[in-house]
C-alpha cells in the first residue's frame, strides 16, 4: 500500500509564496513524484515531475516561479510556489509513480487572493 499525504496548502495574497509538501510511504525510494492542480470548472493538469534521480520538468504557466524537490533521506516531495497568481487557484495533488501504477494523494487546496 502507497499511501501520499499533502500539506501546506492555504489562503495567500497574488504575489505571496507558498510551500506545499507530499509525505509517501509504503513505497521504494527510487520512485518518480509529481504534483498535479485542479482549478474550479477545469480538469486536472500537470505542474512539476521530479524523477528518481533528480530531473525536474515544468508546466510552461509555472516555469521560473514553482520549484519541485524531493527530500533526501525520506520520500517526500516540495512544491515551492513564488510569485503566486490569482489563475494558481486549485487544488494541488501529489502523484507518486511506482512501476506502472500511480498513486494520488487527497489534494491540498490553493487559494490566491486579487
Do not use: H
Not at 507530499?22 to 520512485?31: P, V
Not at 485542479?38 to 521560473?64: C, F, H, M
Not at 494541488?92 to 487527497?106: E, I, M, P, T, V
Amino acid at each position: 500500500q502507497v499511501q501520499l499525504v499533502e500539506s501546506g496548502g492555504g489562503l495567500v495574497q497574488a504575489g505571496g509564496s507558498l510551500t506545499l509538501s507530499c509525505a509517501a510511504s509504503g513505497t521504494i525510494f527510487a520512485i518518480n513524484m509529481g504534483w498535479y492542480r485542479q482549478a474550479p470548472g477545469k480538469q486536472r493538469e500537470l505542474v512539476a515531475a521530479i524523477t528518481w534521480d533528480g530531473r525536474t520538468n515544468y508546466a510552461d504557466s509555472v516555469k521560473g516561479r514553482f520549484t519541485i524537490s524531493k527530500g533526501n533521506a525520506k520520500n517526500t516531495v516540495y512544491l515551492q510556489m513564488n510569485s503566486l497568481k490569482p489563475e494558481d487557484t486549485a487544488i494541488y495533488y501529489c502523484k507518486a509513480n511506482l512501476g506502472s501504477n500511480d498513486y494520488w494523494g487527497q489534494g491540498t487546496r490553493v487559494t490566491v487572493s486579487a
